[in-house]
């Protein structure tokens, strides 16, 4: 595909985004940035955080983790499943019957302004760094196709991201997101469904789908293999109540509806729709990986994540024709820039309001919230244009690491909360919530010599927040006691 026809298709997409972005947000105030005014109806929340759950990395990587992996993600995404029905039914009653417009506010009610503010700091660094990461494969597909021939530095496409992403989400916040959000879902779920349709009419079929090794689905046989159904389980369910009930970029468009019983609808529907559509991505993936092979196209050597842009949009090499119709390329385009900026705008938006909240304590200032917003978006261009620079993978999966890390002591400090009734020395809590990452980082890197072999995966968020509960644990007081 030409760079012109991507960058004409780019700017139909947001043409379109822009005026639904318009009339979702033109009438907002703060509380509708924050909160959606509480008018969000359940079934919009649905969809659209099906949207913002699946980033322009899931868009890509999916599909191209079935050539090493199966379908082995399936068995966390039925962690996910469970993850979700302990949010709707534990977390969503607790956060609408104290009100929160910030989910981190509950620490500060619980233990005190210390451990609020080392809550709020950890999403702050976790949201940005991953917000940021997921921003970057966007611009480096960007830069690929459509700036870098047309002779477009880095710093540029860096910026016209982010600021795309700035002002969908400048006047309305989450009511906008949601909205937006809807749309980006629906070309997403549409874009992936077609795809399957055309690599269908290509030739290839679902002949040998069950006997293939590409479409195993659970693995019981090694308790140290990365892809052992426990692990994958197990870690789905943690890393949903983690990184979607105790993230305010998730929770914040679920806190805009009614009432928590449609926030619980809410979150259940989407639950289900999400096994439906990370299917979607898995089938697609099996299907290029079996139209390469039939065709005779060498993927060799290439990157699980380059294999779906590299069919969409490439041309055989042989032939000097594209792979697939031209529709192929352009329904990628619109799925990949529709997940990527669907997850950057809820991004964007809860790290605006948890600086603005948690950490200034402002709430009421629509100026201070303008500025907060403009500031995080400066600041994301920013990481993403240092990203860049350093352009390593092994960079960018440490930055992925010490992302999913922060979410350890989050995990643990709500668990502690919820499932005690003791009191701590709130001064202490940022040593536990430092040590937490430090101490698992350690265990992690010396597991396979300490524990015959053992090797962590995902699990490692579990021993985070276990290492965090403890240490909060160690700093516990008697209830009646004021002093820290």
């Not at 352009?391 to 709500?414: C, E, H, R």
């Amino acid at each position: 595909m030409s760079p012109i026809v991507i960058l004409l298709t780019i700017a139909a997409y947001f043409a379109v985004l822009f005026l639904v972005s318009w009339l979702a947000g033109r009438n907002a105030d703060n509380a509708g940035f924050f909160s959606g005014n509480r008018q969000s109806h359940w079934v919009l929340v649905m969809f659209s955080t099906i949207g913002a759950a699946i980033s322009g990395v899931t868009f890509v990587s999916v599909p191209g983790m079935v050539q090493g992996a199966g379908f082995s993600y399936m068995q966390m995404v039925l962690g996910f499943t469970v993850g979700q029905i302990i949010v709707a039914y534990v977390l969503i009653p607790m956060y609408y019957r104290m009100n929160l417009t910030s989910i981190y506010q509950y620490l500060e009610s619980r233990f005190g302004i210390t451990t609020y503010r080392t809550g709020a700091w950890f999403f702050f660094v976790s949201k940005m760094l991953g917000a940021s990461v997921r921003l970057f494969v966007v611009g480096s597909v960007l830069q690929l196709l459509v700036f870098g021939p047309l002779g477009v530095p880095f710093w540029v496409n860096a910026l016209f991201t982010v600021a795309i992403v700035y002002l969908c989400t400048f006047k309305g916040g989450v009511r906008s997101v949601i909205w937006t959000d809807l749309l980006k879902t629906l070309c997403l779920v549409l874009s992936v469904v077609l795809c399957i349709v055309c690599v269908l009419r290509s030739g290839v079929s679902f002949d040998g789908f069950g006997a293939s090794e590409m479409s195993k689905t659970f693995f019981f046989d090694d308790a140290n293999d990365g892809k052992f159904f426990w692990k994958q389980f197990l870690a789905g369910i943690f890393l949903v109540i983690a990184t979607t009930g105790l993230d305010q970029d998730l929770m914040q468009r679920t806190l805009s509806c009614k009432n928590y019983k449609d926030a619980q609808k809410n979150m259940i529907s989407g639950a289900v729709m999400q096994i439906f559509v990370i299917f979607l991505f898995l089938v697609l993936g099996w299907l290029l990986y079996t139209y390469a092979a039939q065709t005779g196209i060498s993927l060799e050597g290439m990157k699980g994540d380059d294999v779906f842009p590299y069919l969409a949009t490439g041309k055989n090499p042989a032939t000097g024709s594209m792979f697939f119709p031209m529709i192929v390329g352009i329904l990628f385009i619109v799925g990949f820039i529709a997940s990527a900026y669907s997850a950057a705008g809820s991004a964007l938006t809860a790290l605006t309001t948890s600086f603005t909240i948690d950490i200034l304590g402002q709430q009421k200032t629509v100026r201070t919230r303008q500025l907060v917003h403009a500031g995080m978006a400066v600041l994301m261009a920013v990481c993403i244009y240092v990203i860049w620079l350093l352009n390593d993978d092994s960079v960018i999966q440490t930055v992925y690491k010490v992302a999913s890390y922060t979410y350890g002591p989050l995990l643990g400090m709500f668990c502690f909360g919820m499932f005690t009734r003791l009191r701590v020395r709130d001064r202490w809590i940022p040593l536990v919530a430092v040590l937490a990452p430090v101490l698992t980082w350690i265990i992690d890197a010396n597991s396979a010599a300490w524990f015959a072999g053992y090797q962590f995966s995902h699990e490692r968020l579990l021993l985070n927040a276990l290492l965090a509960f403890l240490g909060m644990l160690c700093l516990a007081r008697p209830a009646a006691k004021d002093g820290q």
